[in-house]
């Protein structure tokens, strides 16, 4: 265990991934609250919303009708954050401070939703593995449809795309080669989400984005500093070594609660072994993944018997890069919650975490018990299936 006394006084935590630190005050958890609360999410959503514009066989916001789906659903964003075509801009010939001060550069993409299920009141936690496990394959089909054809991970994508074709529904590839692919869902209100139809989103860029690009340089020093090892592997056999922070494993993947974590029951899922993209996981891996991010979601919907809202993001090899920044490269996935104390209590990043630091309260240790402690099945299952023991038994 880590020393006692960390429960107990203000200390530093550094992140190797980000180069960044953060403040842990776990005295902080014993203050009264008298801020805001969130509306807990009690309503029972239909099977099929009409007026929902992810639904099978309804219509979008631009008139699209979508088609009657059946299991996972993939279309253009019709309110997309960046665009293939746009004008093209020429940057004016600045002189002085202006040159280095005032910089800009175009970007251009493809911004994807994707359907999770065809029901309207289903979320991962409700979804089996079996259900999650077409998620990750669409999100592998893209991602592999994207892949530069000079990517060390080009040929794993041919064979992906081969075996399987692409995607229905995706536009013909553009001459561009694009450099990153941002998979991420914000799942609940709380989170900006403004359909609660299971979706996620798919953001294809001309550039590297920030977080990715801070990773990839600290994954890129730790290799150069020892020895060709890679910092997430070598962190997720500390973490099994030390089974202080696990929230769960599988053959293939661990989620913990990480050293360093930001967001009260923030989790970090991360290959055991170095996977460097979605393409490098094999049939099995992949149900791994899916089984993996299975546990972790519903474990948040049972800590407050809610439905836990989260950022959820994949950081994973860029779609073209040099050889060593995609070898260096490490697959893993961010699960970024807001709620504390319970379901209408959440934390909020202001004041010092915007001027100064990040701060958190309870422990990153405290986190993965709690989170431990509340596996098993989805808590709004439990009286359903229970009715239907009952019957049967009276039957």
């Known amino acids: 265990m880590p020393n006692q006394i960390l429960n107990d006084i203000s200390h530093r935590r550094y992140n190797p991934l980000r180069g960044s630190w953060v403040l842990v005050s776990p005295h902080r958890t014993k203050r009264p609250w008298q801020g805001q609360q969130e509306a807990t999410s009690t309503s029972e959503l239909p099977v099929h919303d009409p007026a929902c514009y992810l639904c099978p066989g309804n219509k979008r916001a631009q008139g699209q009708t979508n088609p009657k789906y059946e299991h996972t659903f993939i279309f253009v964003n019709d309110y997309s954050a960046v665009k293939e075509d ?6 004016n010939d600045e002189q002085g401070a202006a040159l280095h001060l005032l910089r800009v550069e175009p970007v251009t993409g493809r ?11 289903m979320t991962l936690a409700d979804m089996s593995t079996v259900e999650i496990l077409l998620v990750v394959f669409a999100w592998t089909r893209l991602y592999s449809a994207y892949v530069s054809p000079s990517s060390p991970l080009a040929t794993l994508a041919q064979q992906v795309i081969s075996d399987h074709g692409l995607l229905e529904n995706v536009p013909s590839m553009s001459n561009t080669q694009y450099r990153y ?7 609940g209100a709380a989170m900006g989400c403004s359909n609660p139809h299971p979706h996620g989103q798919i953001w294809i860029t001309s550039g590297l984005p920030e977080e990715p690009s801070l990773e990839l340089g600290q994954l890129q020093k730790y290799r150069q500093e020892h020895r060709g090892a890679h910092l997430l592997q070598d962190y997720a056999q500390l973490e099994i070594e ?7 494993e599988n053959d293939t993947f661990l989620a913990v609660c990480p050293w360093w974590a930001i967001w009260p029951f923030e989790v970090m899922i991360m290959s055991k072994t170095h996977k460097r993209a979605l393409v490098d996981l094999n049939d099995l891996e992949r149900g791994h993944l899916a089984d993996v991010i299975a546990d972790v979601t519903r474990r948040y919907d049972n800590l407050f018997e809610t439905q836990f809202p989260y950022s959820m993001g994949i950081h994973q090899a860029p779609l073209s890069g040099t050889k060593e920044e995609i070898e260096t490269s490490y697959l893993h996935i961010h699960f970024y919650p807001p709620l504390l104390r319970s379901a209408t209590v959440r934390k909020f990043l202001v004041g010092y975490e915007m001027m ?10 405290q986190a993965a018990q709690r989170l431990r402690d509340c596996g ?9 299936n229970a009715s239907e023991s009952e019957m049967e038994e009276s039957e």
């Open 86 to 91: 746009q004008a093209e801009f020429k940057p």
């Open 111 to 121: 911004c994807y939703v994707l359907a999770f299920s065809p029901f309207h009141n």
């Open 181 to 187: 692919m941002q998979i991420f869902e914000n799942k």
């Open 242 to 248: 030390k089974n202080e922070r696990v929230v769960y």
């Open 356 to 365: 100064a630091e990040p701060q958190r309260d309870i422990t990153p240790e």
């Open 376 to 384: 098993g099945e989805l808590y709004r299952k439990r009286g359903s």
